[in-house]
């Protein structure tokens, strides 16, 4: 009976998300009430028919309602038991949770999204069309994508955008009327957006781009269209999600065979990555052979080509969260202007119309390089599906563990190295290696104003630890206009020595507005220690570390990566070496942690000799780089729910900690107290096993309540976007995506932006947020993209910074994500052995989240850790990076997460708390959440660890600091007591009057016989 019950809900629930594990234990749970229930069924049918044989006549009835209104009454109590019992910890968060933004927080949020939008948008292209004259009141608007722009993402970034400032309104507001019969034929092609979602009902992502043939556009319809206004835009979106990528080759999904999961997984029902479709819009393939996602498909291009011969000017928006390949906007002579808006949320897209008009002028800049070709780029051939192909056994023993494993197991080699995104581009560039102008169309930073600037360096000084000096912007236009000012360095290079990019962000600053003729000037201290270089292959460092090696440093301004406005140099006399002396911002010196894991057997990208290995670097991975070695398989079992031994990672000198104990306190009385306070050990000591037990395991969007230490539940939710609390069904404003917020290049905005938004979730007491996430854009076509904020960590750090010490003043915390390395969604959680070199990781890829940990402010933040594994070491059990570099050497305090803990096959509860990772993203529902060596001293110590951090950051967040509990009874509380009230009331009630008809069908009867008695005397 249970598994026919289990059977039923599991598409049912399965639609919301939720996951079979979840579903087998919450009515295995229950199944002893279920069990109750259903006796008492049989026992009310008993009743009911031997009511007809034990009863009296004419009392039948009354036995029969009183049976079924007991059954009632049992029934609620059967109901109340369930839910205060097994169900408690999950519906008391449903319940408990919610609450309503308050109008002045949605005020100021679509205030601030506005600016964003207005800062965030970049104008890559004009030719002088824009700001369009004003004697223009009218514009043509093509492409499908104009009446459904992207305006986020999906997955865990994704919001409700269904009342979000439009193109079209977008346009009306600023004063242009649009051409209705244009958005009429749009609308009735197709009303909808094809759904690309994680929450598939079949798990399957369609990425349509729903485009009218040529066809569609008559001689009436363009005859009318150039009537109605000689301008024309032109919409082209893209979108990305959690869960997939964008494919490389459209083609192959068109046709189907684009879908690798029966050939790489044991268990391809839990394999979707490449689960992808595509439907044509014509009779024709929308996507020749090899041609990406991320290229105009045919019918754009026929639609572009019409449009562009029939007007000569024309505006084209990239509404797309990814770089797209945009050589073909030169290819047009008609094509102006060219604007990119990534996803604007619920007032972003005001700021298209206020650009076109003139009445904002563009400040944004690219947070990407855009190149010419996709195909060419470093990664391109490192990116995607890769599975080890002699690990078949493996694969099986681990699916026979855990129903939740995917299937397989893969790997992705980080071969370019350091050399991400513009620092190759410059760096080749520099070196004669490229011919920069053939390769890259935007550089990095780059972005058009309707004004000029000129850009001074002023009091260049070498202070010894650091570098002080001015920068004077000018604006030589006439017309007012912010700025940004981007600073760069450039480190001496040894050929074949440590790998040093030529082009280095370092810092920046956006300007207010500056009228013409006038002049701001901004402050700029650098530390030398910043521009240190990470020798993870021990040349110069033994056992790894950074160093300032000896030579001449140049610093720049420039007004994009390529571009240099001004530039002065300093002299490093000597190696300084930072493996022996710490940087000031580290507690311990950075040595070498993970290079003899992660590394791997790859070959990485080097500058010696020109990129001299570049061909071999950047090749698709060889026929034997699928091939597992025998050290790798053992770490990988060794990790896996099939082999993992808990055992092995005990410590015999370890002592038990103390349980149980009543010293009186309750985590209130820790508010405000230091990490290193004694009364932490005494509230510890309070806890049992079982408390410890779930607190860790009980952290899907929640934290539990732990009455022994009088720890109260919380409530987390996604929140990249905004509050999206698909939980208790709680929704806030709409937040634009990271890639326009980042194209802001302002920090102060994106504080503003952090206060608004911290205020949303304080008007909702939701004080946990699964965001701001900071994986850096390795690839353009990871699927992620939107939710992440650039190619460079510098400017993703700095802003990530600024934005969580904003919203930890309202009390929130912030969990930043994802821990790391995870750049991509292909093969996520599917044993995803991440290859890089530490070099790579520590520069590159873990720069965001230590950026923004170091210039945290706060008291209260977390972490989440990534699904990927960092070499052949899960993320989320990495004691390396968990513990050694985040706590140890960046000082990190505060609780980690793991994301979603499907268990997959390697998401251990066990595993996680040993290494640094406190709470697991889940219900305390997967065979892999228990356990069991429960007399183990190591194990309760890392477990009182994980509750110390866990509770460290709940004591300072808002669920403390910014109480207003009265006391008084819980919503749910309040709800099941009404409930309860009004079922009893209705009972007696309804007994009540069975009751009262009985006496008076009685009484009848009785009256009808008497008078017939009398008769008969």
């Not at 229930?37 to 009511?51: Q, W």
């Not at 290229?295 to 990239?318: G, Q, Y």
């Not at 398989?633 to 104990?661: C, F, H, I, Q, W």
């Not at 009262?996 to 009685?1002: G, L, S």
Request: with cysteine; proline share 3%; net charge negative.
């Amino acid at each position: 009976m249970i598994e026919f019950i289990i059977s039923i809900l599991v598409p049912i629930l399965g639609g919301l998300g939720v996951s079979e594990a979840d579903v087998t234990t919450y009515v295995t749970n229950c199944s002893g009430y279920i069990y109750a229930i259903l006796i008492s069924i049989l026992v009310l049918i008993v009743l009911l028919v031997a009511a007809h044989f034990i009863a009296p006549k004419g009392k039948r009835h009354l036995v029969r309602w009183g049976a079924s209104l007991a059954w009632i009454l049992a029934l609620v109590t059967m109901v109340n038991m369930v839910c205060y019992g097994p169900l408690y910890t999950n519906l008391s968060v449903v319940l408990n949770g919610g609450g309503t933004v308050s109008d002045e927080a949605k005020a100021a949020s679509n205030e601030v999204i506005k600016k964003v939008g207005e800062e965030g948008m970049v104008l890559v292209k004009n030719n002088g069309l824009l700001p369009l004259s004003s004697d223009v009141d009218s514009m043509n608007v093509f492409g499908w994508a104009s009446t459904n722009p992207i305006y986020g993402g999906t997955g865990s970034g994704s919001a409700d955008t269904s009342s979000v400032v439009s193109i079209l309104q977008s346009l009306s507001d600023a004063g242009y009327k649009t051409n209705e019969s244009l958005t009429k034929m749009y609308t009735d092609y197709r009303a909808d957006r094809p759904a690309a979602t994680i929450l598939g009902g079949d798990g399957s992502f369609d990425i349509t781009l729903p485009e009218p043939t040529a066809d569609y556009y008559t001689d009436d319809v363009m005859g009318e269209a150039e009537s109605f206004s000689d301008v024309a835009m032109v919409v082209i979106s893209r979108g990305g999600g959690e869960g997939y990528d964008l494919p490389t080759d459209m083609n192959s999904v068109i046709h189907g065979t684009y879908n690798v999961a029966d050939e790489v997984s044991v268990n391809p029902a839990n394999y979707a990555y490449t689960n992808i479709s595509y439907t044509n819009n014509g009779d024709y393939d929308d996507f020749d052979a090899g041609e990406s996602y991320l290229e105009l498909s045919n019918t754009e291009e026929a639609m572009l080509d019409k449009v562009c011969s029939e007007f000569s000017k024309v505006i084209v928006v990239i509404n797309a969260n990814n770089p797209m390949e945009l050589d073909w906007v030169d290819n047009y002579d008609s094509i102006g202007a060219v604007i990119l808006a990534p996803g604007t949320g619920q007032t972003g897209m005001a700021a298209l119309g206020e650009i076109i008009n003139g009445s904002v002028n563009p400040s944004g800049k690219t947070v990407d390089t855009y190149v010419k070709d996709l195909t060419q780029t470093p990664y391109y051939n490192n990116i995607g599906a890769f599975a080890y192909n002699n690990v078949d056994d493996l694969k099986e023993a681990i699916a026979a563990s855990d129903t939740a494993y995917e299937g397989t197991v893969s790997f992705v080699d980080y071969v370019e190295g350091i050399y991400v995104g513009y620092k190759y581009y410059e760096t080749a560039s520099d070196d004669g290696v490229i011919n920069y102008e053939d390769v890259v169309k935007y550089p990095f930073g780059y972005g058009l104003s309707y004004t000029t600037f000129e850009q001074k360096m002023n009091d260049f000084s070498d202070n010894g630890d650091n570098v002080t000096f001015s920068v004077t912007v000018t604006n030589t236009g006439d017309v007012a206009g912010k700025d940004v000012v981007e600073v760069y360095f450039t480190p001496p290079y040894t050929n074949g020595g440590i790998e040093k990019a030529s082009v280095n962000l370092i810092d920046y600053a956006k300007t207010g507005e500056i009228a013409p003729g006038e002049s701001e000037t901004v402050e700029f201290t650098i530390n030398k220690e910043d521009m240190a270089s990470y020798d993870a292959n021990e040349i110069k460092v033994a056992g790894g570390g950074y160093i300032l090696e000896a030579g001449e440093y140049t610093v720049s301004v420039r007004s994009d990566s390529h571009t240099v406005s001004d530039q002065a140099n300093f002299t490093v006399d000597s190696d300084i070496n930072y493996s022996e002396n710490a940087r000031t911002t580290d507690n311990v010196a950075a040595t070498n942690q993970l290079n003899d894991y992660t590394a791997g057997n790859v070959t990485y990208l080097s500058r010696a000799d020109g990129f001299a290995n570049y061909a071999e670097a950047t090749a698709a991975p060889a026929e034997e780089a699928y091939v597992m070695d025998d050290a790798t398989r053992k770490e990988v079992e060794a990790n896996s729910t099939a082999y993992y031994d808990s055992t092995a990672y005990d410590n015999a000198e370890d002592t038990m900690p103390t349980l149980g104990s009543d010293n009186g306190l309750t985590l209130a009385d820790l508010t405000g107290k230091a990490y290193d306070d004694p009364m932490w050990d005494q509230l510890l000591d309070q806890m049992s096993f079982e408390d410890m037990s779930l607190l860790v395991n009980l952290g899907g969007w929640q934290t539990a309540q732990i009455d022994s230490v009088g720890k109260v539940a919380t409530s987390d939710c996604d929140g990249p976007a905004g509050v999206n609390n698909f939980i208790t069904g709680t929704y806030g404003t709409p937040y634009p995506t990271e890639v326009l917020m980042a194209q802001t290049w302002n920090t102060d905005l994106l504080y503003d932006l952090g206060l608004a938004m911290g205020q949303e979730y304080a008007d909702v007491n939701n004080y946990g947020v699964y965001g701001p996430a900071m994986n850096t854009h390795r690839s353009a076509f990871a699927g992620r993209n939107f939710e992440y904020y650039s190619e460079d960590g510098v400017l993703a750090g700095k802003l990530a910074a600024a934005q969580v010490n904003a919203m930890a003043t309202k009390g929130t915390y912030n969990y930043i994500k994802h821990f790391a390395l995870n750049d991509q969604e292909t093969n996520r959680c599917a044993f995803l052995l991440t290859y890089s070199n530490e070099q790579a990781i520590r520069e590159i890829y873990l720069k965001p989240f230590e950026l923004c940990i170091k210039n945290f402010d706060g008291t209260q933040i977390a972490v989440m850790s990534s699904f990927n594994w960092i070499g052949t070491v899960p993320a989320c059990s990495n004691e390396d990076t968990l513990t050694t570099i985040l706590r140890n050497e960046w000082g990190f305090q505060g609780m980690v997460i793991t994301d979603y803990d499907g268990s997959y096959g390697y998401m251990i509860t066990d595993h996680c708390v040993r290494t640094g990772n406190d709470l697991m993203l889940g219900f305390s529902s997967q065979a892999s959440n228990q356990l069991t060596n429960t007399e183990s001293a190591t194990l309760n110590n890392a477990l009182r660890t994980s509750c110390k951090n866990i509770m460290y950051t709940i004591a300072n967040s808002g669920y403390y600091t910014n109480t207003t509990d009265d006391g008084g009874m819980s919503n749910m509380t309040k709800l099941f007591v009404t409930i309860d009230v009004v079922t009893v009331l209705l009972v007696v009630l309804c007994m009540a009057l069975v009751i009262v008809r009985y006496r008076k069908k009685h009484a009848k009867a009785a009256a009808e016989v008497a008078p017939e008695e009398k008769k008969e005397e």
